[in-house]
């Protein structure tokens, strides 16, 4: 798992706790069932059988593998539509391609994030490359689902390209997990999305024994995904594995220990943290629309069906079938 690897002794290391903070305390803990999307690549529904207030700004996830794909088994999404939310594309390893029908493009590999903004409406495609479809190789990633509020559903649609290197680098009190900031703040530690909705985003790797507590914006909720290994979570330590996603109460800080042996397949606990400013509108989905209302979702559809989301460029990228 490379993403993004660096030496934790050189980095700025996280503040301690004030004397006033509280720790966020576990709410939930629950376990993604796995299924397969798009043309039928594997993914863990990392969201599921949770409440939808306590994901609040954020409405879906998807873990994309992990998986060691054979030559010819690679699979992405065909061209499809979305409107009124942000998809974030955050690749561990592997290779993803994107495009989309405002020009926005290109390949996402490891450590890096594709961040679209679909907005009014927009039509896209991502698919692994066709070298990765005839080699095969390792494929891991996140998908994750941003709401936007009422007043930016029909925002102009954009694209952002974050080079696995552009990510604000941390280290923890005890220099034994490495914080990757993606998106929001961390510590006073920007990370280079920009998003609409105020959230922040980072993925930890915690290596044996370690500990990791950071601040957390009160505001913000706060959600811990385990993508591998296993350890605790919370002031009560917690136990968590593999595919389980964290709900955490109010508070200041959150703390993610890893255990001190790990499988020796998955040599660190790597965890994603993320949590936003919940936007608390109502939230009405269907398929690749969220909206406000049903008469909203019904105009999405109309739209799409009317050609409105724009067209698929000249040559477009398509996935990539080998000759059998």
């Known amino acids: ?5 660096a030496d934790t002794l050189t980095l700025p290391r996280l503040a301690g706790p004030a004397p006033t903070d509280t720790e966020r305390p576990v709410r939930s803990v ?71 029908s405002h ?4 390949l996402i590999t490891d450590g890096a994030t594709q961040w679209m903004t679909a907005g009014s409406g927009i039509l896209h495609i991502e698919t692994p490359p066709a070298e990765l479809v005839e080699s095969g190789g390792l494929f891991h990633g996140i998908q994750l689902w941003v709401n936007l509020p009422k007043k930016d559903k029909f925002a102009a649609p954009k694209y952002q390209s974050i080079e696995g290197g552009q990510v604000a680098l941390l280290s923890s009190g005890d220099g034994g997990a490495l914080l990757r900031v993606i998106a929001g703040d961390v510590d006073g530690h920007a990370g280079p999305g920009a998003t609409h909705t105020p959230i922040t985003l980072a993925h930890a790797t915690i290596e044996p024994g370690a500990r990791l507590n950071l601040p957390w914006n009160r505001e913000f909720n706060a959600l811990v995904y385990v993508l591998s290994g296993s350890g605790a979570v919370g002031p009560l330590g917690h136990p968590v594995q593999q595919g389980q996603l964290v709900v955490l109460g109010p508070g200041d800080r959150i703390t993610v220990a890893a255990d001190g042996s ?12 993320l949590g936003g400013k919940p936007i608390r509108e109502p939230v009405f989905q269907y398929g690749p629309f969220v909206m406000n209302s049903k ?3 019904i105009q999405a559809v109309e ?21 059998s």
């Open 262 to 273: 790990q499988d020796s397949n998955r040599p660190a606990l790597e965890v994603l943290l």
């Open 30 to 100: 629950t376990t993604g069932p796995r299924g397969y999307e798009g043309e039928g690549f594997p993914v863990v529904r990392a969201f599921a059988g949770v409440n939808a207030r306590d994901l609040d700004p954020f409405v879906h996830m998807d873990q994309m593998g992990e998986v060691e794909y054979q030559p010819g088994e690679p699979r992405g999404t065909d061209w499809h539509p979305h409107r009124g939310f942000e998809t974030v594309t955050y690749m561990i390893d592997g290779r993803f391609a994107h495009q989309d």
């Open 295 to 297: 008469s909203e979702l």
């Open 303 to 323: 739209d799409f069906n009317a050609g409105r989301f724009g067209a698929i460029p000249a040559g477009a990228l398509m996935p990539h079938r080998p000759l």
């Open 103 to 106: 020009g926005g493009g290109g």
């Open 1 to 5: 798992m490379p993403a993004i690897t």
